[in-house]
């Protein structure tokens, strides 16, 4: 067995592709280990829960511990439960993410604390500036085709289990993390709104992030394993699929083509789905000011068209 060459520009886009993604795993880490923990405060996801079991315990588990700890248990219960493969991406940005934040945990120059450079007087900012760094840093790892797992795993396992959407687990569960913090004693009110602060700054600039300004995009695929793609868009990404029968006119064969309607966030998980079931497929995509129908947009019909709806 003879192992492929790598060319010398193959190999200077990995290493710069992966220096990006050590960093965005920083500027992930800091928006949590610089921001919000520093300031006794709390969000949703994985990392949420992380830093509630750090106050819980008075800082004896500290969050990259717990982190990187849940991470690595889902992992080994998603590829025993279901024989879900997991890139190489996702482990190299949970365990440089578990590193950053013990690193930014002990320099206290880059943490929001009094004194220090990135001091912020008025706590309102805080989950906002941490909201916007986690959105950049998180959703730029997501553009490059990794992952930093936690939630992104829980949904993909109780989604193959349950007819329920991928977006519908992401809010839940971010809602619910936050909700904990009512369950500590030294924790009110005000502070899990600080937690809904930022998740919905995260939530507003993720997608700007990921996808531009389009809010979705309509992929047109040509495969011969297309049928494989459109299992896996329907399954795991619950979306609806198109096969549409087409010819190629230099070869006069017919050939049938996926006509595909996604949302922005949901773009770089098809796009390194589609690579991981047929690397050589064709692929064309084009962004979408406005899509309408369900898992999309409402239909905006004015005052005007609801009168007549309801007469």
């Known amino acids: 067995m003879t192992l492929p060459k790598i060319t010398a520009k193959q190999a200077g886009k990995t290493i710069w592709t992966y220096l990006l993604l050590t960093l965005f795993c920083f500027i992930f880490s800091l928006a949590w280990e610089g921001f919000m923990i520093p300031n006794g405060m709390s969000a949703g996801g994985m990392m949420g829960l992380c830093t509630i079991i750090q106050f819980a315990t008075n800082g004896a588990i500290e969050a990259q511990t717990s982190y990187f700890v849940i991470n690595a248990a889902l992992i080994i219960i998603a590829v025993i439960a279901m024989g879900i493969g997991f890139g190489f991406k996702t482990i190299y940005c949970i365990v440089v993410s578990s590193i950053m934040m013990k690193f930014i945990a002990s320099v206290d120059a880059l943490q929001c604390i009094p004194g220090q450079f990135f001091y912020v007087d008025d706590r309102v900012l805080i989950p906002i500036i941490a909201g916007a760094l986690e959105a950049l840093g998180l959703g730029m790892v997501l553009r490059f085709g990794g992952s930093t797992g936690g939630t992104d795993i829980i949904a993909l396992m109780v989604h193959k289990y349950w007819p329920v959407s991928l ?11 936050v909700a904990l913090l009512l369950l500590l004693p030294d924790k009110s009110f005000g502070d899990m709104i600080y937690g809904v602060e930022q998740i919905m700054t995260f939530t507003l600039m993720v997608d700007f992030v990921v996808g531009g300004k389009k809010s979705s995009y309509q992929l047109i695929v040509f495969s011969e394993k297309y049928e494989q793609i459109a299992d896996h868009i329907i399954n795991v990404l619950d979306r609806g699929v198109t096969v549409l029968s087409a010819m190629g006119w230099y ?23 589609i690579k991981s079931i047929d690397s050589k497929a ?16 409402e239909m905006k019909v004015g005052f005007s068209g609801l009168k007549k709806e309801k007469n």
């Open 167 to 177: 977006s519908t687990v992401f809010m839940v569960s971010d809602f619910v993390v």
């Open 251 to 273: 070869t006069k064969q017919q050939k049938n083509v996926l006509l595909i309607l996604i949302d922005q966030k949901e773009l770089p998980m098809l796009n390194k789905a």
């Open 282 to 297: 064709f692929m064309s995509v084009s962004p979408t000011n406005n899509v309408y129908g369900e898992g999309f947009e």
